[in-house]
């Protein structure tokens, strides 16, 4: 019963125009997407500034993940807080005048805080 239920939904929404779909891109995430052959304007982006693939950024996180490794393991209150996170909430206190700061790794944790 239920599973007719939310097709029945699936259908509405498809025959609507509003069903989701996801695009599969042919560029890198940023301010600009090619979908579909043609270049558009990215309003969802979080690269906002269009630096995710400045070369100079790029060379950074590549050493960064030679000497840290990819992953945290887990939270950092379970796993540890690692030394280049600590760098940057003290670089971006002092840039802002702040006393402290605090690194979060989403917009979602953000503004969960």
């Known amino acids: 019963m239920i599973l007719e239920e939310l097709q029945s939904e699936l259908d509405h929404l498809q025959r609507d125009g509003?069903?989701?779909?996801?695009?599969?891109?042919?560029?890198?995430?940023?301010?600009?997407?090619?979908?579909?052959?043609?270049?558009?304007?990215?309003?969802?982006?979080?690269?906002?500034?269009?630096?995710?693939?400045?070369?100079?950024?790029?060379?950074?996180?590549?050493?960064?993940?030679?000497?840290?490794?990819v992953g945290s393991g887990a939270s950092h209150v379970v796993s540890g807080h690692l030394r280049p996170h600590a760098e940057l909430e003290e670089q971006l206190a002092a840039f802002v005048g702040r006393e402290r700061a605090l690194y979060f790794t989403t917009g979602y944790m953000a503004n969960l805080a």
């Not at 989701?20 to 906002?48: I, K, M, W």
């Not at 060379?59 to 960064?64: E, R, T, V, W």
């Open 18 to 69: 509003l069903r989701r779909q996801r695009r599969t891109l042919a560029s890198p995430c940023g301010p600009e997407a090619r979908v579909d052959g043609r270049s558009l304007l990215s309003f969802c982006s979080n690269d906002y500034l269009g630096l995710a693939g400045e070369p100079a950024l790029v060379d950074a996180a590549c050493a960064g993940a030679r000497a840290w490794g």
